[in-house]
C-alpha cells in the first residue's frame, strides 16, 4: 500500500512540474508570434543543418556543392560559430542558430571565450551580406551580442523560446 502511495505521488507531482512548465512555455511566448505567425512560401522542403565536429570536414564540400546549384532545392541551418569557417561566405545558410550562453554573456574571465565571441561576432557581422534568420534564445534578445548583430541589415534576429519542458 505504502508503495503504491509513493508511486501516485511521483506522479502527482511530475504532472505538476510538467503543468508548471507548460504555464512557463505559454506566459514567455509571444501571443504575436502565434497569431501572426504564419510559414514562409519560399522555404524549401529540405534542411541541411551543418553541426559543428569532426565528421564534418569530410562533408563541406558536398554541401557546397548543394548550395551552389542552380535550383538550390534546400535551406541551410548552422550553428554557434560556423561563420568564422572559410565555407560560410561560399555556402550562404539562410539560418543560423546560437543557443549556447557563451555568446551572450557580458565579458567572461576566460579569455578564451571573449576572443571566440568577438571572432564570431565580427565573422558574422562582416561577411553576412545575403538574407539570414537568426535564431536566439528569448533571453539574449536584448544582449550586447544581439545587438551588434542586429546593426547588420542582412541578419533577421528570431528570438526562440526555449523554456524546459521535463
Known amino acids: 500500500m505504502r508503495t503504491h502511495a509513493k508511486a501516485i505521488h511521483r506522479r502527482t507531482v511530475k504532472l505538476f512540474e510538467i503543468l508548471q512548465h507548460f504555464a512557463l512555455i505559454l506566459l514567455f511566448t509571444r501571443l504575436k508570434y502565434i497569431w501572426n505567425w504564419k510559414p514562409k512560401r519560399e522555404t524549401r522542403d529540405t534542411l541541411v543543418i551543418i553541426g559543428n565536429g569532426p565528421s564534418l570536414q569530410g562533408e563541406l564540400d558536398l554541401i557546397r556543392r548543394i548550395a551552389n546549384t ?3 532545392f534546400c535551406d541551410i541551418l548552422c550553428v554557434n560559430s560556423f561563420a568564422e ?5 561560399d555556402i550562404k545558410p539562410a539560418k543560423y542558430i546560437i543557443m549556447d550562453p557563451l555568446f551572450f554573456g557580458e565579458k567572461s574571465v576566460n579569455d578564451l571565450v571573449n576572443i571566440k565571441r568577438e571572432e564570431t561576432l565580427n565573422s558574422l557581422l562582416g561577411k553576412t551580406n545575403w538574407p539570414l534568420s537568426l535564431y536566439i534564445p528569448r533571453f539574449y534578445e536584448k544582449s550586447s551580442f544581439a545587438q551588434r548583430l542586429s546593426a547588420n541589415r542582412f ?3 528570431i528570438p526562440l523560446n526555449n523554456t524546459a519542458l521535463s
Do not use: G, M, V
Open 70 to 72: 542552380e535550383n538550390n
Open 85 to 89: 569557417s572559410a565555407y560560410y561566405s
Open 155 to 157: 541578419i533577421q534576429i
